[in-house]
């Protein structure tokens, strides 16, 4: 099993940046895929981005292409979402999740591991 930690989020007016972290224990991180998803109130639970267990790979919600980037660290079992051009839609929980796998990476319901999550709130 992996245990996951997010942090990182706060209060940023419209088109500012945040950098979220999640960080891991348990099995070996590098050998897991992550994903970032978010949930705004009253929404369903949306993905955000991901990136494969090296890091060569990442992929990224319309809504987000452009603004979010995803890395990791496998030294430092974190992996990072750095959010910039912020605005009010992206006010959500956001969640970090770990599978052994990267297929269906966009699908919340295959990810078995998941984070406590972070707010983050974008004031217009």
């Known amino acids: 099993q992996v245990q996951l930690v997010e942090s990182g989020g706060g209060l940023v007016q419209a088109g500012g940046s945040l950098r979220l972290s999640c960080a891991a224990s348990g099995r070996p991180f590098s050998s897991y895929a992550l994903g970032w998803f978010r949930q705004a109130p009253g929404k369903a639970r949306e993905f955000v981005g991901a990136?494969?267990?090296?890091?060569?790979?990442?992929y990224y919600a319309d809504s987000v292409k452009g603004r979010f980037t995803i890395s990791r660290d496998n030294a430092k079992n974190s992996v990072y979402l750095q959010m910039n051009s912020l605005n009010p839609e992206d006010t959500a929980v956001y969640y970090c999740a770990a599978d052994s796998n990267f297929v269906r990476y966009d699908v919340s319901r295959k990810y078995p591991y998941w984070g406590q999550g972070t707010q983050v709130t974008v004031s217009s």
């Open positions: 990136i494969n267990w090296s890091g060569l790979y990442t």
